[in-house]
């Protein structure tokens, strides 16, 4: 009997679910099946299967290929769309560092509007871009309280498995305590023997049995016996990063993106272009961060979706074949218990110590009322009822139980809720953000001297005698200061281009 193969009678527990088997049946979540349903697609963008099928030993198979090729399609793409418009800002900062538009000269008379209509073009493009950088600042803060959604399943999902490995921790303790009472019950069992050969050299047969017994017993206490201190550093691990880690992850993230809003929101305030640029480019830096962590979510979701519509079947799948034999058992409650061997060599040995005794010690019996092996008997029927204890303990329906705990209500429940939401919510937040900057790209521009223009400024357009080009008189406390190379004129309806001091 190895360790790996009895330790694992334990472990797996651990590791393995239940479907349709036994007392259990697992129905897989609506999003579970909508997330299944996506397109697997190979390296040549083709259909392919979506049953899981993870190959521990062999890196880069089809399955594993196939839940890589959409998520990182679709993150290319997102990535893409961030390039173009930092392109944008940049050709921007460019064109206006290198005064484009100076050669450009005053438009002529036919093409301009009247001051007090371009002042009123700027005013409402202003007003309308304010608004919408409060909207998308909002929308922002209120797609970030989805992590603090994400953290309830999260919790919801480790305290479960905290409670399968608690459970799974009580069994063990017990069945170390069998095996301290199995010991000294052998114990006792061999030292009365060893008493009774001076008076009766024939008990020397019943010595022979023991020595099995104790080989039974030595294996099982040897792998038993780490077992709780081992299931105490799981549940602490798992209390330790599936809890306490995880909240403190979730409003790391969650004080990270609202510190950035409010950053956003106090620059605003300050009508700084500088400050404005820097919040700009670390939002941009944020959003790449962001998209990563979207494409790995993406990733995840996909591959527990298809582990969850069969998860007893997919656990043995890609059990070690030493395990295999009993993931099986355990996952499905079919078959033999693979433990029923070991457990019958102990019977065995008790059967073969039992007839010796009854043996010597039967009226006319060679050691007839030796009170050395009738003391024997007491210590017998504990060591059965300790073996039988053992059985109940290790049989599958217990087991599956915790089995169907962890994977069915912890991993297929708790935790696919989670990784869902958080990749919803991480979409949402990209989203929002990166509206957020292009509206602040375009809102800082009007920091300045054109925070001033109103829609009450009047001007009127007079010619001189020496230029055919129009000369803008203004009672605007800005007309002392505009040159006609600063404005790209433009009816009301278009965006007005701000002034050469408004370089990126």
């Not at 953290?151 to 009580?170: C, N, T, W």
């Not at 696919?416 to 949402?428: E, Y």
């Not at 809102?443 to 925070?451: I, S």
Request: charged share 15%.
């Amino acid at each position: 009997m190895s360790y790996l193969t009895l330790y694992t009678s334990f472990a797996l527990p651990l590791l393995a679910a239940a479907q349709s088997y036994g007392n259990i049946t697992y129905d897989p979540l609506t999003i579970v099946r909508g997330v299944h349903n996506v397109p697997h697609l190979d390296r040549n963008l083709q259909p392919s299967s979506k049953d899981f099928d993870i190959d521990l030993d062999i890196s880069g198979n089809t399955y594993e290929e196939s839940v890589l090729v959409l998520p990182i399609l679709f993150t290319c793409i997102l990535f893409l769309g961030f390039t173009m418009f930092e392109l944008c800002l940049c050709c921007r900062m460019c064109c206006k560092t290198c005064r484009c538009l100076e050669d450009q000269g005053a438009p002529l008379r036919n093409t301009i509007t009247t001051l007090s209509k371009w002042n009123a073009a700027v005013a409402s493009s202003r007003g309308s871009l304010i608004r919408q950088f409060f909207a998308f600042a909002i929308l922002t803060l209120i797609a970030c309280q989805g992590m603090l959604w994400c953290s309830h399943y999260y919790v919801q999902g480790a305290s479960r498995s905290v409670d399968a490995v608690d459970a799974l921790k009580d069994t063990s303790v017990n069945l170390e305590n069998s095996g301290d009472y199995l010991e000294n019950s052998g114990d006792i069992i061999i030292s009365l023997v060893t008493d009774s050969l001076p008076s009766c050299p024939e008990a020397s047969d019943i010595l022979e049995y023991t020595d099995d017994y104790e080989q039974y017993i030595e294996d099982y206490n040897d792998i038993i016996e780490p077992i709780p201190g081992d299931l105490d550093d799981l549940e602490a691990f798992m209390r330790k990063y599936g809890v306490v880690y995880v909240r403190r992850a979730v409003w790391f993230v969650y004080g990270a993106f609202l510190a950035f809003v409010v950053a956003f929101l106090c620059v605003y305030t300050t009508k700084s272009k500088t400050l404005m640029r820097i919040i700009i480019a670390v939002g941009l830096i944020l959003l790449h961060v962001l998209l990563i962590l979207w494409c790995l979510f993406a990733i995840t979701m996909i591959v527990l979706a298809d582990f969850c519509m069969a998860p007893t079947d997919n656990m043995i799948s890609v059990c070690p074949g030493s395990a295999e034999t009993v993931a099986e058992y355990y996952g499905t409650c079919n078959g033999t218990n693979p433990f029923d061997d070991s457990l019958d060599s102990a019977y065995d040995a008790m059967d073969s110590i039992t007839e010796g005794l009854d043996y010597l010690t039967q009226s006319g019996g060679p050691c007839e009322g030796n009170p050395y092996l009738l003391q024997c008997y007491p210590n017998v029927d504990d060591i059965n009822g300790n073996l039988t204890f053992i059985e109940g303990e290790i049989s599958c329906e217990p087991m599956q139980r915790q089995w169907a705990k962890l994977f069915n209500d912890s991993v297929c429940d708790g935790y696919f809720t989670a990784v869902f939401i958080t990749f919803f919510t991480l979409l949402l937040i990209i989203l929002c953000l990166f509206s957020l900057l292009i509206v602040a790209s375009l809102l800082y521009q009007y920091f300045g001297e054109l925070w001033e223009v109103s829609d009450e400024s009047m001007v009127e357009i007079t010619s001189t005698e020496s230029n055919d080009n129009p000369v803008w008189n203004s009672t605007s406390t800005r007309s002392n200061d505009l040159k006609t190379s600063d404005l790209i004129f433009a009816e009301p309806d278009a965006p007005p281009i701000a002034s050469e001091h408004d370089t990126w």
